[in-house]
Nanobody, 122 residues
């Protein structure tokens, strides 16, 4: 199986920075897309940033220019650098990875991290 372990969350003042990491482990031949999602209290989970295996990135409008997603394929790790944090960024952040389905040539499956709390105070 595949496991995703997140780290880097915490409490930070508005305007500060945090860097989230998510490392995949297990039987991994390759990883397709990776991404970060977040869910704030009373709100739906939303996609924050995603990155393809080729390095193409996409961000939700509210974080453009402030957040940067990157990946280290050799270490099966995805990062989210968060700068100029705002109270509105407060949420539980989850990483996601899409991998080829074990034993399958054609199909994929999604794996999720355990979530890490990011709290931005004003």
């Amino acid at each position: 199986q595949v496991q995703l372990v997140e780290s880097g969350g915490g409490l930070v003042q508005a305007g500060g920075s945090l860097r989230l990491s998510c490392a995949a482990s297990g039987t991994i031949s390759s990883i397709n897309d990776m991404g970060w999602y977040r869910q704030a209290p009373g709100k739906q989970r939303q996609l924050v940033a995603q990155i393809t295996s080729g390095g193409t990135t996409n961000y939700v409008d509210s974080v453009k220019g402030r957040f940067t997603i990157s990946r280290d394929n050799a270490r099966n790790t995805v990062f989210l650098q968060m700068n100029s944090l705002k109270p509105e960024d407060t949420a539980v952040y989850y990483c996601n990875a899409n991998l080829p389905l074990p034993g399958s040539r054609w199909f994929t499956s999604d794996y999720w991290g355990q979530g890490t709390q990011v709290t931005v105070s004003s």
